[in-house]
């Protein structure tokens, strides 16, 4: 069974950190480009971060550019998303998303061909 689970959510005070993971089982992420999600209450889900299939190439919403890091680790089939100083803002459903590619130097959110259930992040005091 292809899957990719999403692990590391919680509450966490404003200004604190947390690393989700982005675990995949039934397929190897290493030609897939992978993204990182996050929906809201009330709101769209919206594109926090993406990194190519090799690594090579990390984009960043604006929101949280310079506090968050995304990372992968092929040998572990896991992507990984460090989040610092979160804000009540980033209160959220996280979700990782992979993404077929031939490109190994390009990534966005679109087309996404698997998604994860999401973890679930509070910012909150």
């Known amino acids: 069974q292809l899957q990719l689970v999403e692990s590391g959510g919680g509450l966490v005070q404003p200004g604190g950190s947390l690393r989700l993971s982005c675990a995949a089982s039934?397929?190897?992420?290493?030609?897939?480009?992978i993204g990182w999600f996050r929906q809201a209450p009330g709101k769209e889900r919206e594109g926090v971060s993406c990194?190519?299939?090799?690594?090579?190439?990390?984009n960043y919403a604006d929101s949280v550019k310079g506090r968050f890091t995304i990372s992968r680790d092929n040998a572990k089939n896991t992507v990984y998303l460090q989040m610092n100083t979160l804000k009540p803002d980033d209160t959220a459903v996280y979700y990782c998303?992979?993404?077929?590619?031939?490109?190994?130097?390009?990534?966005?959110?679109?087309?996404?061909?698997?998604w994860g259930k999401g973890t679930r992040v509070t910012v909150s005091s």
């Open positions: 998303a992979a993404d077929r590619v031939y490109a190994r130097n390009s990534c966005d959110y679109y087309g996404m061909n698997y």
């Open positions: 039934g397929f190897t992420l290493d030609y897939y480009a």
């Open positions: 990194i190519s299939s090799s690594g090579g190439k990390t």
